[in-house]
C-alpha cells in the first residue's frame, strides 16, 4: 500500500458525460502527479500540482483538467470524455519536487468511455 | 529533450535464471533514473533509484541496476529469477527543466517467468 488512494477504481461513462476522478496523496506529501496508461500510448505524464499550484504540464488535453485543494487532495476532471480516453488513470505523489523525490503511486482509476 | 527506451516490450526467463531488462536514456544533462513494477491490477511501485554517488543501486526484492554513463545505461538485473517476479516493468528518467520537474517513462516491459 503506498498510502495514495483513488477513487473510483473503476468507472464506466457515456461519451459526453463529464467524469471526476479524486486522489488523496501520502500523508505530508504537497506534490501531486496525473498520469495516463492506456494500451497505445503507454504511461504519460498529464500534470503535476504542488502545494495547490500547476507545477508541470505533459501531453495534456484541453477537455482535461485537474486542481489540487487546500487539504492536498486532487481531482483529475474530464469534461466531455471521448472513447479515446479509455484508460488507467495513476495518481502520484511525492514530498517535493526536487530532483530524485521518489514518486509513490495509487493503484489507479480504471475509466471506460463508451 | 529527455526519453527512455526500453529494449525488449517482452522478456521471458527461466525460473533462477538471470534476469537482465534492458534500458537506455538520453538527456542533456545528467539524470536521475528509476525503475518501477507494476503487478497486475496495481500501481507502481519503486524498485531502484539512481541519484548520485555510486553507480550499482541495489533495490527491493533482490534486483539491482547499473548507470553506465559512456552506454547512457540503466539495466535492471536480478540473479535468479523467481515466479513472484512476472510483472511489467518501466525504467523513468527524471530532470529539471525550467524549473519543473518532469518523470518520463519507457514503454514498458512484461517479464514472464516460466516454471
Known amino acids: 500500500d503506498s498510502g495514495v488512494t483513488q477513487t473510483p477504481k473503476h468507472l464506466i461513462t457515456a461519451t459526453g458525460q463529464r467524469v471526476t476522478l479524486r486522489c488523496s496523496p501520502r500523508?505530508?506529501?504537497?506534490?501531486v502527479y496525473w498520469y495516463q496508461q492506456s494500451l497505445d500510448q503507454g504511461l504519460q505524464f498529464l500534470i503535476q500540482?504542488?502545494?495547490?499550484?500547476?507545477?508541470a504540464k505533459g501531453n495534456i488535453l484541453e477537455r482535461f483538467s485537474a486542481q489540487q485543494f487546500p487539504d492536498l487532495h486532487s481531482e483529475l476532471n474530464l469534461s466531455s470524455p471521448e472513447l479515446g480516453d479509455s484508460a488507467l488513470y495513476f495518481c502520484?505523489?511525492?514530498?517535493?519536487?526536487?530532483?530524485?523525490?521518489?514518486?509513490?503511486f495509487g493503484e489507479g482509476s480504471w475509466l471506460t468511455v463508451v | 529533450a529527455q526519453s527512455v527506451t526500453q529494449l525488449g516490450s517482452h522478456v521471458s526467463v527461466s525460473e533462477g535464471a538471470l534476469v537482465l531488462l534492458r534500458c537506455n536514456y538520453s538527456?542533456?544533462?545528467?539524470?536521475?533514473l528509476f525503475w518501477y513494477v507494476q503487478y497486475p491490477n496495481q500501481g507502481l511501485q519503486l524498485l531502484l533509484k539512481?541519484?548520485?554517488?555510486?553507480?550499482l543501486v541495489k533495490g527491493i526484492n533482490g534486483f539491482e541496476a547499473e548507470f553506465k554513463k559512456s552506454e547512457t545505461s540503466f539495466h535492471l538485473t536480478k540473479p535468479s529469477a523467481h515466479m513472484s517476479d512476472a510483472a511489467e516493468y518501466f525504467c523513468?528518467?527524471?530532470?529539471?527543466?525550467?524549473?519543473?520537474?518532469?518523470?518520463?517513462f519507457g514503454t514498458g516491459t512484461r517479464l514472464t517467468i516460466i516454471p
Open positions: 523513468a528518467v527524471s530532470l529539471i527543466l525550467f524549473g519543473n520537474e518532469k518523470l518520463t
Open positions: 538527456s542533456s544533462v545528467p539524470p536521475y
Open positions: 502520484a505523489s511525492s514530498v517535493g519536487i526536487g530532483l530524485g523525490n521518489t514518486i509513490y
Open positions: 539512481y541519484t548520485t554517488g555510486a553507480t
Open positions: 500523508s505530508g506529501d504537497l506534490s
Open positions: 500540482y504542488y502545494n495547490g499550484e500547476e507545477r
